[in-house]
Nanobody
């Protein structure tokens, strides 16, 4: 299984970016998919998750600004990031958990930089 993250880049504060995470298999295989972020020297932080049933969760720091979604036809998960803040600057990673194999898969990370 491979996850390919894309969509990062440079945005101004208040701007928007959309991250994508394309899976090499049907996303219905995954019990939960999510986005994490990590700055250099810091622990990886959970940003948002979406379950196979469509239930979503968000970190308090991004509630109301970020939206996680998925497109099963494209086997892709998204993270729409609005009202970006400089503190959102991080490397963003997508993940997917397949309980059948007790395995969690990770994408390669995509850099998001928000300027003030």
């Amino acid at each position: 299984v491979q996850l390919q993250a894309s969509g990062g880049g440079l945005a101004q504060a208040g701007g928007s970016l959309r991250l994508s995470c394309a899976a090499s298999t049907s996303i219905f295989n995954f019990n939960v998919m999510g986005w994490y972020r990590q700055a250099s020297g810091k622990q990886r932080e959970l940003v948002a998750t979406i379950s196979s049933g469509g239930h979503t969760t968000y970190a308090d720091s991004v509630k109301g600004r970020f939206t996680i979604s998925r497109d099963s036809a494209k086997n892709t998960m998204y993270l729409q990031m609005n009202s970006l803040k400089p503190e959102d600057t991080d490397i963003y990673y997508c993940s997917a958990h397949w309980s059948t194999f007790r395995q969690t898969y990770w994408g390669q990370g995509t850099q998001v930089t928000v300027s003030s």
